[in-house]
């Protein structure tokens, strides 16, 4: 799983050194696509697959459907990690997550999503309030088995 959080360089070539408590679980393709914060999110081949079948089979007659698929399969590229643990992100994706030298990975368990420092300390701030917390989360069913 995808836990924690890292602050990570990208280069002047776009590419980014994943930390190597993420590198240890990638093995083969790696997709990156818009995620629904102005962030980006990197997935394995079979996470990017539960997603895809999940989209999938939604009803195509559905705008808000069709955009879903524009957002997440219209974004969606296949990467893969080179030799020393870097990932290149295509400029499309970097200037939609407004990335810079700067970027923090945020584990999500089954994949993980890359933030400008911005946009992460307003989300941060968010988390931060727990009374807001008790009641954003309360319509959720979170089981602990």
């Known amino acids: 799983m995808f836990l924690g959080k890292s602050v990570c360089t990208l280069d002047k070539q776009n590419r980014l050194l994943l930390p190597s408590a993420f590198r240890g679980q990638l093995s083969g393709e790696i997709y990156i696509t818009q995620g629904f914060d102005r962030n980006l999110m990197f ?9 895809y079948e999940g ?11 069709r955009m879903l698929f524009r957002m997440i399969l219209g974004s969606a590229c296949e990467v893969r990690a080179d030799g020393d643990g870097q990932v290149e992100i295509p400029d499309d994706l970097r200037n939609f997550a407004t990335l810079n030298d700067r970027v923090m990975l945020i584990g999500q368990g089954g994949y993980f999503e890359a933030w400008s420092p911005e946009f992460w300390k307003k989300q941060e701030e968010q988390l931060a ?9 309360s319509e959720l069913i979170i089981l602990a088995r």
């Open 55 to 65: 989209i999938r089979a939604l009803n195509i007659a559905d705008p808000l459907a």
């Open 129 to 137: 309030d727990a009374e807001a917390n008790a009641g954003r989360f």
């Open 43 to 51: 997935l394995t081949a079979g996470a990017f697959r539960e997603i």
